[in-house]
């Protein structure tokens, strides 16, 4: 039976009224229901993209200020949004996307779409006291998941570490706060997700309970020549981020200091805060899961392999103090790095056969994350080694990010033989090549 004719213009009436007197759409297609609502363009952020990297840090107390539609909409370009040239703000893995974001506050749990740049519904009401065990009252938890038909644990976790940057940096940029959790099995699963999703990472977000406060103090003690701020922006670095095919060309010192010291190394910075037990206190560049911090980043350039410390001073307390537990500074230690040379000539080429990829033979800089199992501890088990993949891609991204700063190229590979790169890097069993970044022109 034919709807009256007076229905049709009842029905057209009510999708005219709410396409165009709110920002929230109704979706109408074949077995298709959706809300979906708009974000508002993001806010270009003009912070240096060193002292972004300087400034970043766990928050876990948060206020009840309202993150405005424009600081979450500017965190969700950041973290997996569509830049000018239609590419994400972070790097394929295995030449594909994954990644899935979902957005929890007290009104729904959503999910991000970035080619609209928008959220859309995913279920009704609030969720956020319901995913952690460890109640972080924020106005918005992000859940990090990826799609289990596109890539396997590892590589979702190196795609979700590069995210999880993202939301830590532009978050600190705009004076928000969050911190990286994650659990076995994930909290974001306990939201009843699809059966191709699988969860890894929550977020709280909000404003910190406790201003940040940095001081500057580098106390840098190296060979290396220290960091320096650049002329370059994080919004810059994330709308521009560079990969390319053909990795060349040379690097100065400076370039290839700060490259490294992005991957894992300590800030500039001393926070002040008191967000922590012990405050004064150098953060690192990335991440860890319970302060371990347990990867060693290999370096590898036409004049041999090197493995880069990046605070001597830490590794030496942690080894005689294993009260401490991790290689974490509690007293803002002098910052003394430096390259120790494992192996004497040109391997460039034997890590290009080994990857398959002979476009990196002439790259002027590779750097490879190694997971040293054993200091990953009781998470070394098979279940939580996506955690560290996570943050192997969180110190891969930096490098991304550093590289274009610094108008330079770069380009993660995962690897397909971990065998053969240990031998390389004349390293056993014990050890997990992540991934490996190839820097230059």
């Known amino acids: 039976m034919k709807k009256p004719i007076f229905m049709k213009y009842v029905q057209l009436l009510i999708i005219s009224f709410l396409m165009f007197?709110?920002?929230?759409?109704?979706?109408?297609?074949?077995?298709?229901?959706?809300?979906?609502?708009?974000?508002?363009?993001?806010?270009?952020?003009?912070?240096?993209?060193?002292?972004?990297?300087?400034?970043r840090m766990s928050v876990r107390e948060f206020t009840d200020n309202p993150v405005s539609d424009e600081e979450l909409s500017t965190i969700l370009w950041a973290a997996f949004g569509l830049r000018e040239d239609g590419k994400h703000t972070i790097s394929k893995i295995n030449n594909t996307h994954a990644a899935i974001i979902y957005v929890i506050n007290e009104e729904a749990a959503y999910k991000y779409n970035p080619e609209n740049h928008s959220l859309v519904i995913f279920k009704?009401?609030?969720?956020?006291?319901?995913?952690?065990?460890?109640?972080?009252?924020?106005?918005?938890?992000?859940?990090?998941?990826?799609?289990?038909?596109?890539?396997?644990?590892?590589?979702?976790?190196?795609?979700?570490?590069?995210?999880?940057?993202?939301?830590?940096?532009?978050?600190?940029?705009?004076?928000?706060?969050?911190?990286?959790?994650?659990?076995?099995?994930?909290?974001?699963?306990?939201?009843?997700?699809?059966?191709?999703?699988?969860?890894?990472?929550?977020?709280?977000?909000?404003?910190?309970?406790?201003?940040?406060?940095?001081?500057d103090r580098p106390m840098w003690i190296s060979l290396l020549p220290k960091i320096k701020?650049?002329?370059?922006?994080?919004?810059?670095?994330?709308?521009?981020?560079?990969?390319?095919?053909?990795?060349?060309?040379?690097?100065?010192?400076?370039?290839?200091?700060?490259?490294?010291?992005?991957?894992?190394?300590?800030?500039?910075?001393?926070?002040?805060?008191?967000?922590?037990?012990?405050?004064?206190?150098?953060?690192?560049?990335?991440p860890?899961?319970?302060?371990?911090?347990?990867?060693?980043?290999?370096?590898?350039?036409?004049?041999?392999?090197?493995?880069?410390?990046?605070?001597?001073?830490?590794?030496?307390?942690?080894?005689y103090f294993p009260v401490l537990n991790s290689p974490v500074d509690f007293f803002g230690l002098p910052i003394i790095t430096f390259l120790s040379k494992v192996k004497t000539g040109d391997f460039r080429e034997e890590i290009a056969e080994i990857t398959s990829e002979p476009n990196i033979n002439d790259a002027p800089l590779i750097i490879i994350p190694v997971l040293n199992l054993e200091n990953a501890k009781e998470l070394s088990i098979e279940s939580a080694i996506r955690f560290w993949f996570y943050e192997a891609g969180a110190s891969a991204h930096n490098i991304m990010l550093e590289s274009t700063a610094l108008d330079l190229s770069s380009r993660i590979i995962y690897p397909i033989n971990s065998d053969s790169i240990n031998n390389v890097l004349e390293l056993n069993e014990n050890y997990i090549p992540s991934l490996i970044i190839a820097v230059g022109k």
């Open 124 to 215: 009704e009401g609030d969720f956020r006291g319901n995913l952690v065990r460890i109640q972080y009252d924020a106005p918005y938890q992000i859940g990090l998941c990826w799609d289990a038909d596109k890539a396997d644990p590892n590589q979702g976790g190196v795609e979700l570490g590069q995210i999880g940057q993202n939301i830590q940096f532009m978050a600190n940029a705009l004076n928000l706060g969050t911190v990286v959790t994650g659990e076995i099995p994930p909290a974001i699963e306990r939201l009843g997700l699809p059966d191709n999703e699988q969860g890894l990472i929550l977020m709280p977000l909000g404003y910190p309970a406790i201003q940040y406060d940095f001081i």
């Open 288 to 319: 860890s899961a319970h302060g371990y911090y347990p990867f060693e980043i290999y370096v590898i350039t036409d004049e041999g392999i090197f493995r880069y410390y990046h605070n001597i001073l830490i590794d030496i307390i942690s080894k």
């Open 21 to 55: 007197n709110t920002t929230t759409i109704l979706i109408y297609g074949s077995n298709v229901n959706q809300i979906e609502k708009e974000l508002p363009p993001p806010l270009n952020i003009d912070m240096i993209l060193e002292e972004t990297i300087f400034r």
């Open 229 to 286: 701020l650049s002329v370059n922006s994080l919004t810059y670095s994330l709308e521009n981020l560079n990969e390319n095919e053909n990795i060349n060309g040379d690097l100065t010192d400076q370039e290839i200091s700060q490259i490294i010291w992005s991957s894992y190394g300590f800030s500039n910075y001393i926070d002040n805060s008191e967000q922590e037990p012990v405050h004064l206190r150098r953060h690192r560049t990335v």
